[in-house]
């Protein structure tokens, strides 16, 4: 009798829902903490994003059409999906090549699902805590709402390879925005089976888009991008920091960063409504009272 | 709406009714200018820079009111480190209630010197004294009394969060609505315990310099706020320096990239309030009396010279000829002219430079095929003057109907269905305000919601309250004025 060998998965980009291989058919070894080939993870070109940006812009709509009620229950589906794959996820961050341990690994993958659980409940409520009626000196009622700026790009931290990434993610859809996410490049295959538990939670097609591959190369694309309302650059070294903000100030894109207490991934500190706030703009209605 | 009949007045050679109206000239008695001005740093108004002087002239006589400083990087700098040093030496560790005084002290002032801030407010920009005496200098006041009241209360703002001061804010401030945009900016910034140095623009430095009285009798600690005067070297000495935490910005959306360009990197935080071209929808059931005066309080307030003028008229189908007759006859009775006039309605062009620009864009709109109306008026043979102006037969590719004109200028365009409606007023880089004109509330709820744009007016347009957040969407810049959102570009939240 043979030893069963093991079927290993092919980590692929996450586009419009679908998961695809790059066009520009690259891709790079991925290895884990004894510097073992993991796998291959595709090595995403400049097309790639622009595929990814527009499949994002023809989600944004149907995304922030739905009520607040329904977005909070896919993102606590993803939340009771990742539980039932949690030792999956454990497993893929221990590997990642961080050196954590499993213990380790297993708590930052309880953490991320109990981030997206945090974040689903905030889905009707947000909106009460950011937003109100302004007593303004007239006879007029106004009302400031938040709404979702549209199309967020998301550079997510090297590492760890989950947390980081869910608590970058779930503020910017919770209220309607769909994301261009750029996964670790070091350890980008967790945000791939991440990719495959948001496929299976009700999130529509296209509302995340997850491209793996070099910084370098995919940060510029994605600054540069007309149809990207907002960029969280967190996971950009200084270098690129700044020149994804240059870049993005050629169309008024709001810039948004990790704060060093948002970097504290496991605190309390790293979760907030103003993180959600930060990717919504305040609009504000006036109408006249009368008899 | 009766037509006007012959014995309701004296009637044109047009057959339209004419009103003749005495001047009634607003005085000039209690405005008393100085002939130069230095900068205001440290708490002191400095001498003249005589080597760097700049005239600022009443742009609707062309005459020079004063000369005020040209700041350099090194007189920048020194404001800067007066900032600094007012920050770090008390203004930030300074009890929420007590900075709550000051800024009371400041909104007081400001009521008890409104006529003077109104006539020289006219005087320096050339708005009709009405609308400086009703609407900037009184809202200027009101800005420093609704954020006085924020100063010690910040800890009720944000749930779950601290709201820290950033540290010396740099605001630089347009010219279209010059006290009110430095109450816009400074009231909150020294509410959330920052420090400020503040430029206004080249052409409106006056009611700034005026103010500088204000804050000395209101006695603000030296160097919490300072202002520089100056051109665009001066600003983009001022937003590049690196003493500053924080940049704040109103102005055009090119000058926006430049900045958002030069913060890139420091660590800056950055909030801008760039250009507009707000469509006002108007659906065929609205109250087109009522609509009329929206429209041109949309377009002909300040002038046009307004980020979120209704500068585009959307107006179905069905009723573009009876909005567009009833607006002409309006238009017909707007007087233009002398700004410290009361009865003025259109004042003067801020400067030669944009009237320049509004009479380029308005050739272009006749060359591309549009049809320009102007009612019949005369301008002030001497100053900068432009006649109400309103264009038919626009289509979305004119210049016109795509550029920000800041001036007198409508462009009607129509629609036949509310989509069509959202998909014209949606489509334009910019997204800072929209209005929608109908009696039907349900359509008024689902418009509001399809709006791309921070500020939606529906039965209304131009209305502003500091407690009413302001600030765009999209290539009309991001972070908002007013309300509690407007505590946010000046704070850092803390867990």
């Known amino acids: 009798m043979t030893e069963r060998l093991a079927v290993n998965k092919t980590y692929k980009q996450f586009i419009g829902g679908a998961f695809e291989r790059s066009e520009s058919g690259r891709s790079y070894p991925v290895v884990g903490a004894g510097g073992e080939l993991l796998a291959h993870a595709v090595q995403g070109s400049r097309k790639d994003v622009r595929d990814a ?62 981030r997206w659980v945090w974040y689903a409940g905030w889905a009707d409520k947000f909106a009460t805590v950011l937003g109100g009626v302004n007593p303004v000196a007239g006879p007029y009622f106004n009302l400031s709402v938040p709404e979702p700026v549209g199309v967020v790009g998301i550079v997510a931290p090297d590492e760890p390879p989950l947390l980081p990434l869910v608590s970058r993610l779930a503020p910017v859809i919770v209220s309607g925005n769909t994301a261009v996410v750029l996964a670790s490049e070091r ?60 870049q993005a100030a050629a169309t008024i894109t709001r810039v948004v960063s990790a704060s060093a207490a948002e970097q504290q991934w496991a605190a309390e500190a790293a979760q907030s409504p103003y993180l959600i706030d930060a990717f919504c703009e305040t609009k504000t209605v006036w109408h006249p009272k009368g008899r | 709406m009766t037509e006007p009949s012959a014995s309701g007045g004296k009637l044109a050679p047009t057959g339209e009714l004419s009103l003749d109206y005495a001047p009634a000239p607003e005085s000039i008695a209690p405005v008393r200018l100085a002939s130069q001005y230095g900068l205001f740093v440290g708490g002191e108004m400095l001498e003249p820079v005589r080597e760097r002087l700049a005239p600022t002239v009443n742009p609707a006589t062309g005459e020079v009111l004063a000369e005020v400083s040209v700041a350099d990087a090194a007189d920048v700098d020194r404001a800067v480190a007066a900032a600094r040093s ?21 909104a007081r002032l400001l009521q008890e010197r409104a006529r003077e801030f109104a006539v020289l407010e006219t005087m320096d920009g050339g708005k009709p004294i009405r609308e400086s005496r009703d609407v900037d200098v009184p809202l200027a006041a009101a800005h420093f009394f609704y954020y006085a009241g924020w100063a010690d209360k910040l800890d009720y703002a944000f749930s779950g969060r601290r709201a820290a001061p950033v540290g010396v804010a740099a605001q630089v401030i347009p010219w279209n609505f010059p006290l009110l945009m430095a109450a816009w900016k400074l009231a909150p910034a020294l509410a959330c315990g920052n420090t400020a140095v503040l430029k206004p623009a080249p052409t409106t430095p006056l009611t700034a310099l005026l103010l500088t009285e204000v804050l000395r009798d209101a006695e603000l600690p030296a160097g919490v706020v300072n202002i520089v005067t100056g051109d665009d070297a001066t600003g983009a000495a001022l937003v590049s320096h690196p003493g500053v935490d924080k940049v704040a910005f109103t102005g055009s959306t090119e000058a926006g990239r430049v900045i958002g360009a030069e913060v890139a990197g420091t660590g800056k935080r950055l909030t801008l309030e760039l250009g507009g071209k707000a469509a006002n929808i108007v659906f065929e059931d609205a109250a087109l009396d009522q609509v009329t005066e929206g429209i041109v309080n949309g377009i002909y307030f300040n002038g046009g010279q307004v980020c979120c003028a209704g500068s585009r008229l959307l107006v179905q189908e069905s009723v573009a000829d009876a909005v567009v007759g009833k607006l002409r006859r309006r238009m017909d009775t ?17 400067s030669q430079a944009q009237l320049d620009r ?25 100053g900068f003057f432009h006649p109400p102006a309103l264009f038919t037969n626009v289509s979305t590719a004119h210049r016109i109907a795509r550029e920000e004109i800041f001036g007198p200028v409508l462009s009607v365009l129509t629609f036949r269905t509310a989509a069509e409606a959202v998909a014209k007023a949606n489509n334009t880089p910019y997204g800072l305000s929209a209005g929608i004109w109908t009696e039907k509330g349900s359509r008024i709820l689902w418009m509001a919601d399809q709006m791309q744009a921070g500020v939606v007016w529906a039965n209304t347009f131009n209305r502003f309250d500091p407690a009413s957040p302001f600030g765009g969407y999209r290539e009309s810049g991001y972070g908002r004025e007013g309300g509690r959102s407007g505590l946010l570009p000046y704070v850092g939240l803390v867990a």
């Open chain 1, 53 to 114: 940006v527009a499949a994002a812009r023809s989600a944004q709509g149907g995304w922030a059409g739905r009520t607040a009620y329904n977005r909070g229950q896919i993102l606590y589906r993803v939340a009771e999906v990742m539980e039932s794959r949690r030792d999956e996820f454990a497993a893929e961050v221990a590997r990642a090549g961080d050196g954590c341990d499993h213990s380790a690994a297993a708590a930052e993958t309880a953490a991320a699902i109990d």
């Open chain 1, 187 to 246: 350890g980008p295959l967790a945000a791939v089976t991440l990719a495959e538990t948001l496929a299976l939670s009700d999130v529509l097609a296209g509302v995340v888009n997850i491209i793996t591959g070099r910084r370098d190369e995919l940060v510029p694309p994605l600054a540069d991008h007309a149809a990207v309302d907002s960029l969280d650059i967190s996971g950009c070294d200084s270098q690129q920091s700044a020149n994804a903000a240059r």
């Open chain 2, 86 to 106: 007012a920050w770090e030496g008390g203004w930030r560790d300074l009890p929420g209630a007590e900075r709550a005084k000051y800024l009371y002290r400041v």
């Open chain 2, 334 to 350: 707007l007087r233009v002219g002398d700004p410290l006039d009361k009865n003025t309605d259109i004042g003067a062009i801020n």
């Open chain 2, 358 to 382: 509004i009479a380029e864009l308005v050739a272009s709109g006749v060359a591309e095929g549009a049809e320009l109306y102007s009612p019949p008026c005369e301008l002030p043979d001497r």
